[in-house]
């Protein structure tokens, strides 16, 4: 199981943006589908987007759609989210995590995201976004 470390976070007014960071192993980012996901205030988590690195195939949720970019860059092993028109509802706990080997990101394709989870098995501690009004 890999480790994941997420950057990034903060405070931001509603229309603001941040830019989130997931650094992983090169065995991470080569064999696995890596994601983001968020556990809002009374809600369960759900995935956000995903990214397969080595095909750049990605999904995402709607309600970040048009929002949201997930993009990565090889060479540092880390994969970024561009959260842009931000609103209070995005406020929340953020985590980058990893599917098991040979898992591709086909996977999500046609599932709610609220249940992408159960595919990936290697998780970043989480780091605290916070939009305000």
């Known amino acids: 199981q890999v480790q994941l470390m997420e950057s990034g976070g903060g405070s931001v007014q509603a229309g603001g943006s941040l830019r989130l960071s997931c650094s992983g192993s090169?065995?991470?980012?080569?064999?696995?589908?890596v994601g983001w996901f968020r556990r809002l205030p009374g809600k369960e988590r759900e995935g956000v987007m995903v990214?397969?690195?080595?095909?750049?195939?990605?999904d995402f949720a709607d309600s970040v759609k048009g929002r949201f970019t997930i993009s990565q860059e090889r060479a540092e092993n880390t994969v970024y989210l561009e959260m842009n028109s931000l609103k209070p509802e995005d406020s929340g706990m953020y985590y980058c995590?990893?599917?098991?080997?040979?898992?591709?990101?086909?996977?999500?394709?046609?599932?709610?995201?609220?249940?992408?989870?159960?595919?990936?098995?290697?998780w970043g501690q989480g780091i605290q976004v916070t939009v305000s009004s």
């Open positions: 990214i397969e690195p080595a095909t750049d195939r990605t």
């Open positions: 090169k065995y991470a980012f080569r064999a696995n589908c």
């Open positions: 995590a990893a599917t098991r080997p040979r898992l591709s990101c086909e996977v999500t394709a046609g599932i709610r995201a609220l249940d992408w989870a159960q595919f990936f098995e290697s």
